[in-house]
């Protein structure tokens, strides 16, 4: 059919053609016999006449070229009129059809606008941190470059090592796969220059890193090489310092500002639009340059690949650069290059939601192609009237595929709006961890996708419509009624519709169930401590302030005895860590009377250094033994966590066992003396771990922070200030909450799992909507065999049984497929689970309830209709 088609339509563009040419040569014959006739009125021989009057029309192939082209022009004219006419027709046509179907046309626009918003939210954050994570020129060829040992790793994590300056060096000396390689280095400092001290995010950078970046300064100009190298101290401003704390001044350029205690001219400043190539990470403030002459240093790697390398290529130059600056030329740490979206932390989250609207999308794409399938039905008595009226199959399928056009339209104008909004909702509501999604925004790419679905939800609801008026005799359709016209296989369609939204929402539902399920295990996670009523205190001052380790040690003890005086304080802690922090040493656990574990350490055990009262203070629990008793820095004490001990010792008592974390074999042995109970001071997510964490008694140098408990809700902000500046004036205190810290630790996951609820909840609606119409359409057919049974003797007890018990077998058909494809696919969430199995029997017995009891609800109304048919009206309307 297709062929002969096509063959028609360039039969019919040949004869087209043919008119045209055979109208010109009609009218040239024409011109010149007129001519000739009056040349022979004036006595010229008919030769004569016919020569004369082809020599005063002009050249005949000229002539011939130019009137076909006039004629050609002239019914191009009259096609694009017809055009404009017959689309200004169906657009009318259609907005009289839609607006007399309020109803359907609401719910349909609606469905789809739902759809499309959800994706578009989503895929803007998809497409801003995960497709286009950067803007620098050439992005798809930008990566970071990081560093991982070989061997000997046996922690289960992915370690990322900064390279040091002399790697660097070596990399930029010997890997051609590069265009370039930059280097940056990121920290704070102390800005001493007009007004109260501030602490700005500092960024160390080579002079070229914004010509890499495509960034030029908007004001002053760029430090050079020769300034790094003579050792200046050259700084550029960021542009928001440079607006809020300098007022904007321009005069800026060639002043000195005090950094910790150094003092550096400002030679430029940088626009805000310059990022460092992690996603998500703060503006710089300031940005100073960095001097790879320095050894004692690591720093991050940014490069740009040169087309047609790839990252396997590049690590495998980068290692052989580093291996022949070695005098073994081995590698120890094997270089890694990957791409900035690889190192976005909210990767899993964003693709998992990714996956989730996606599904949401097919939903309302489902439930929109069953409203469609419905309105063709009854719309079968009209399209075949027109059909017999003489309106061609053609004319017929470019009018519906017009009205699906104008929905689609209005449905992704809706959604794309309802994306932007949500999306600024998201954005707005986001918890403190998830600092990424400050950059997502509406952009090209998302806006080509939502008219790409737009679009081909048009035609493809275009193609439904006129498909079910295709397979519908016009003589058929004219003798029966419209509201008994549907077929047994267009009723499978639309359950088969209802089905396949059922299974999608089931799948949907057994990952948030999971998901809700685990963050509700977070937080009644037994931590092992109790953060209510515990603070963290730390010091920040310029880096020459504490310079030695010994000054801030000493200033957090003197602190510490101060504010056991103050009141509602209970107890106070020194402590190297405070909860939320991570802190762990490199090397090989070694166990007296165990055999050593093979290859060299890099093993990363976690640890804290704790003073006097630190158990005490955050509420750990002595399972075993006591606190320290040799706090000197000679000591060898130390305390283990439970499960470790209990793992490692497996019942046996482990006090007075040894053990050192060896990396040469010359580490003095370290006496167990207590066992202390497990506490998540890292998070919720580890409270379960039974890998190693040592207790050391703490030293004056070793300490930086202090715990305090705190009994009622006392504000110590500003006593708390005003004791430090009693103490040092060039030292800031912040006063942070546990409570709050251990909240936001699970706030990301909190946040995933609520928009996931929405999406479910919104899918779990439409798919509930469409079983409704499903139901309600086949009340609506059978009124007549209702009745008659009715009349029969039915009871209205079974009439409903069977109407409800229809919909509960579609819902468990969809919930049965569901659930199958969920078996496998909930491996893709299971690293965001806790306390959760992969195959969780609770949130699968959820998900089957939760949808037979939407099936049930959907069922209510169509089994109401049912049971309010009069047999005698059903009857006689027939």
């Known amino acids: 059919m297709i062929r002969d088609g096509v063959r028609r339509a360039f039969r019919l563009a040949l004869r087209r053609r043919d008119r045209w040419e055979h109208e010109v040569e009609e009218e040239i014959k024409l011109h010149l016999a007129l001519r000739a006739e009056q040349a022979v009125a004036r006595g010229a021989t008919p030769d004569e006449a016919h020569q004369a009057a082809v020599k005063k029309f002009g050249p005949l192939v000229e002539s011939r070229a130019r009137l076909l082209e006039a004629a050609r022009n002239r019914e191009a004219r009259m096609q694009r009129t017809e055009y404009l006419s017959d689309l200004r027709q169906d657009l009318t046509f259609a907005v009289r059809m839609l607006a007399r179907d309020k109803g359907w046309t609401a719910v349909t626009v609606a469905t789809l606008a739902l759809g499309i918003a959800a994706a578009t939210a989503v895929f803007s954050a998809v497409s801003n941190l995960l497709l286009h994570p950067i803007d620098y020129p050439g992005a798809n060829r930008v990566v970071v470059v990081f560093q991982q040992p070989t061997k000997g790793n046996n922690t289960g994590v992915d370690v990322e090592i900064l390279p040091g300056t002399q790697v660097i060096r070596e990399w930029k000396a010997g890997a051609p796969s590069f265009e370039s390689l930059e280097a940056l280095a990121s920290g704070q400092a102390e800005l001493r220059t007009r007004g109260e001290p501030a602490t700005l995010n500092v960024t160390y950078i080579e002079p070229t890193f914004p010509r890499f970046a495509g960034v030029r300064t908007m004001l002053g100009r760029m430090f050079t090489s020769a300034e790094v190298d003579a050792r200046e101290h050259p700084a550029v401003l960021g542009e928001g310092i440079w607006r809020t704390r300098f007022g904007a001044d321009t005069s800026i350029i060639g002043k000195a500002i005090t950094l910790d205690d150094s003092t550096y001219t400002v030679v430029g400043v940088l626009p805000a639009n310059l990022r460092t190539p992690r996603v998500g990470a703060s503006p710089t403030d300031v940005w100073l340059p960095l001097d790879l002459r320095v050894d004692q240093m690591g720093a991050t790697v940014v490069g740009r690949l040169k087309p047609g390398r790839d990252l396997a290529g590049a690590a495998r130059e980068l290692d052989s650069a580093y291996a022949r600056s070695t005098s073994t030329g081995e590698v120890p740490f094997r270089a890694v290059v990957t791409t900035p979206a690889t190192r976005v932390s909210v990767r899993d989250s964003l693709t998992m939601l990714g996956y989730a609207v996606g599904l949401l999308l097919l939903v309302a794409c489902a439930n929109v192609a069953h409203l469609f399938l419905a309105r063709s039905t009854s719309r079968q008595r009209e399209l075949a009237i027109r059909v017999?009226?003489?309106?061609?199959?053609?004319?017929?399928?470019?009018?519906?595929?017009?009205?699906?056009?104008?929905?689609?339209?209005?449905?992704?104008?809706?959604?794309?709006?309802?994306?932007?909004?949500?999306?600024?909702?998201?954005?707005?509501?986001?918890?403190?961890?998830?600092?990424?999604?400050?950059?997502?925004?509406?952009?090209?790419?998302?806006?080509?996708?939502?008219?790409?679905?737009?679009?081909?939800?048009?035609?493809?609801?275009?193609?439904?419509?006129?498909?079910?008026?295709?397979?519908?005799?016009?003589?058929?359709?004219?003798?029966?009624?419209?509201?008994?016209?549907?077929?047994?296989?267009?009723?499978?369609?639309?359950?088969?519709?209802?089905?396949?939204?059922?299974?999608?929402?089931?799948?949907?539902?057994?990952?948030?169930?999971?998901?809700?399920?685990?963050?509700?295990?977070?937080?009644?996670?037994?931590?092992?401590?109790?953060?209510?009523?515990?603070?963290?205190?730390?010091?920040?001052?310029?880096?020459?302030?504490?310079?030695?380790?010994?000054?801030?040690?000493?200033?957090?003890?003197?602190?510490?005895?101060?504010?056991?005086?103050?009141?509602?304080?209970?107890?106070?802690?020194?402590?190297?860590?405070?909860?939320?922090?991570?802190?762990?040493?490199?090397?090989?656990?070694?166990?007296?009377?165990?055999?050593?574990?093979?290859?060299?350490?890099?093993?990363?055990?976690?640890?804290?250094?704790?003073?006097?009262?630190?158990?005490?203070?955050?509420?750990?629990?002595?399972?075993?033994?006591?606190?320290?008793?040799?706090?000197?820095?000679?000591?060898?004490?130390?305390?283990?966590?439970?499960?470790?001990?209990?793992?490692?010792?497996?019942?046996?008592?482990?006090?007075?066992?040894?053990?050192?974390?060896?990396?040469?074999?010359?580490?003095?042995?370290?006496?167990?003396?207590?066992?202390?109970?497990?506490?998540?001071?890292?998070?919720?997510?580890?409270?379960?771990?039974?890998?190693p964490f040592l207790y050391f008694p703490a030293a004056d140098s070793d300490a930086k922070a202090i715990m305090l408990r705190v009994d009622g809700a006392t504000d110590l902000a500003q006593p708390i200030r005003t004791l430090v500046r009693s103490l040092d004036g060039q030292v800031t205190p912040k006063l942070e909450s546990v409570e709050v810290q251990m909240s936001q630790a699970i706030s990301a996951p909190r946040f995933v799992m609520l928009l996931l609820a929405v999406f479910t909840a919104l899918a779990l609606v439409l798919a509930a909507v469409g079983l409704y119409g499903v139901m309600a359409y086949s009340v609506a057919q059978r009124t007549r065999e209702i009745g008659i049974r009715v009349a029969l003797g039915a009871t209205r007890t079974r009439i409903a049984r069977g109407v409800v018990a229809g919909g509960v077998t579609l819902a468990l058909v969809g919930s049965a497929v569901g659930i199958t494809v969920a078996l496998w696919g909930t491996k893709f969430i299971e690293h965001q689970l806790y306390g959760v199995a992969q195959r969780d029997v609770v949130s699968f017995v959820t998900t089957v309830v939760v949808l037979l009891a939407s099936g049930v609800v959907a069922c209510v109304v169509p089994a109401r209709r049912a049971l309010a048919v009069d047999p005698m009206t059903a009857i006689r309307a027939d």
Do not use: C
């Open 388 to 691: 017999a009226l003489g309106a061609a199959r053609g004319r017929v399928f470019r009018q519906l595929l017009t009205e699906s056009l104008l929905l689609a339209v209005t449905g992704g104008a809706l959604g794309v709006l309802g994306g932007w909004v949500g999306l600024k909702a998201i954005v707005g509501l986001r918890p403190s961890a998830l600092t990424e999604l400050e950059l997502a925004h509406l952009d090209a790419t998302t806006l080509a996708v939502a008219l790409a679905v737009t679009l081909a939800t048009s035609v493809v609801f275009g193609l439904v419509g006129a498909v079910q008026s295709a397979r519908t005799s016009t003589h058929d359709a004219l003798k029966s009624g419209g509201s008994r016209s549907a077929t047994t296989g267009r009723g499978r369609g639309r359950r088969l519709l209802v089905v396949t939204e059922m299974a999608l929402s089931a799948m949907l539902v057994v990952g948030a169930t999971m998901l809700v399920r685990s963050v509700i295990n977070l937080q009644r996670a037994n931590l092992g401590f109790e953060p209510r009523g515990l603070y963290a205190l730390t010091l920040t001052a310029s880096k020459a302030h504490f310079a030695n380790a010994d000054a801030r040690g000493q200033l957090l003890s003197t602190l510490a005895a101060r504010l056991t005086t103050m009141p509602n304080v209970r107890s106070v802690a020194l402590a190297s860590t405070q909860p939320t922090w991570f802190a762990f040493r490199i090397g090989r656990l070694e166990i007296e009377g165990e055999p050593v574990p093979p290859g060299p350490a890099t093993g990363f055990i976690s640890d804290n250094v704790v003073g006097s009262g630190y158990f005490k203070t955050l509420g750990i629990r002595l399972v075993q033994g006591t606190a320290f008793t040799d706090t000197t820095l000679e000591g060898t004490q130390v305390i283990v966590n439970e499960r470790f001990a209990r793992k490692q010792w497996r019942g046996v008592s482990p006090l007075g066992k040894r053990l050192r974390i060896a990396v040469d074999g010359t580490e003095s042995w370290l006496t167990v003396v207590g066992v202390a109970a497990d506490a998540a001071t890292g998070g919720a997510t580890l409270s379960e771990s039974t890998q």
